[in-house]
């Protein structure tokens, strides 16, 4: 019998962003991930930013246009862990509209339609995608490039493997005035 044996993974790197639920913020949580993504060593323009890029445009696009709570943000979270031939990407959205999505039932919409095309492009550029509940009210649908079971790993002892930031847009913009 053979067995597969996972990569530990090398760096593990969290990001969370909370921006309003508007077409500026959900652009603002685009580039932020870009930039976190380059941050941790993912080039804009390669793959897997391009990827992310798009899951966090649809996923923030229908928070801002779907979720919206008047006077209430959407949140945006990156996990990124690396390993040595492996990356993957966990993108999560969440909002406090409690309206969720049915991963089941997401269809591209007709060709003449002006919309309904967000969650069909999650499905397919996404290794996986889900909805699930939140602390508070609303949901959080989340969508992940690479190999799950490199995200199911354990997290490391050790705390300087691990980066987390926390802030309201990027480096030295505040998304909160945009609203």
């Known amino acids: 019998m053979t067995t597969s044996q996972v990569e530990p993974p090398l760096a593990v790197h969290e990001s969370r962003h909370a921006f309003p639920a508007t077409r500026l913020g959900a652009s603002l949580a685009r580039r932020t991930a870009v930039a976190r993504l380059d941050d941790w060593g993912v080039p804009p323009g ?5 990827t992310v890029a798009l899951l966090v445009a649809e996923l923030a696009a229908n928070a801002a246009r779907h979720g919206r709570v008047p006077g209430r943000n959407f949140e945006l979270r990156l996990l990124h862990k690396q390993a040595r031939t492996t990356a993957v990407v966990r993108v999560e959205v969440s909002d406090t509209h409690s309206r969720r999505p049915d991963p089941a039932t997401v269809t591209m919409a007709d060709p003449d339609a002006d919309g309904g095309r967000g969650l069909a492009l999650v499905a397919a550029v996404a290794d996986d995608w889900g909805v699930e509940d939140r602390t508070g009210p609303g949901k959080t649908v989340w969508a992940q490039t690479g190999p799950a079971d490199l995200l199911d790993l354990a997290e490391p002892q050790q705390e300087e493997e691990r980066e987390s930031r926390t802030e309201s847009g990027p480096l ?8």
């Open 172 to 179: 030295g913009v505040s998304a909160a005035h945009y609203d």
């Open 46 to 50: 390669s793959p897997l930013s391009d």
